[in-house]
């Protein structure tokens, strides 16, 4: 999407509207799947007493999930230039919603597995389409500015589910 053609699909005279809208898009994508990615942490240990699995099972089990995401990035991407950005993170963001569903009921380890690889396809829409975005959106004016600001979603995830409790 250019620039001059976010008042036509904003509907809107001010194409800064539309930049907003596209950068709280962003933010709110990064946001939500930084902060899923990161719960894994916390469902880790879990898994491991529930299914009686090794140190080196719940290792595997975290590569599914960070390998998928982080194989499936550059075809996203490039199914994104074919389907439109905004459809395929949507999409990819309900795959990562039913997938964490079905984290939650897991009844066997291959379930799990088929869940976080499902979860990992799913989250590995976030990055390369939310950024494509909003440089898209913001072209050459404050794009380093705008990009940066988009980490801070994903940041603050990140900072919460990893704070430890009050002792």
């Not at 005279?13 to 899923?36: F, S």
């Not at 950005?85 to 997938?99: D, I, K, Q, S």
């Amino acid at each position: 999407m250019t620039t001059a053609a976010l008042p036509a699909a904003t509907g809107r005279a001010n194409p800064n509207h539309g930049r907003m809208r596209v950068l709280c898009v962003a933010c709110g994508a990064h946001a939500l799947h930084d902060g899923l990615t990161d719960t894994l942490y916390l469902l880790l240990p879990m898994w491991q007493a529930q299914f009686a699995l090794s140190y080196a099972a719940i290792g595997i089990l975290r590569a599914l999930y960070t390998g998928a995401m982080a194989g499936f990035q550059v075809p996203a991407a490039q199914l994104a230039q074919r389907g439109g950005g905004a459809r395929v993170l949507a999409g990819g963001t309900a795959v990562a919603a039913v997938a964490y569903l079905l984290l939650g009921t897991s009844s066997s380890v291959a379930l799990l597995s088929v869940a976080l690889v499902l979860g990992g396809i799913g989250s590995s829409t976030q990055h390369p389409i939310a950024s494509n975005l909003v440089a898209t959106a913001y072209g050459d004016h404050a794009r380093a500015a705008r990009s940066a600001l988009t980490t801070l979603p994903g940041i603050s995830g990140r900072w919460r589910c990893r704070r430890s409790p009050p002792a």
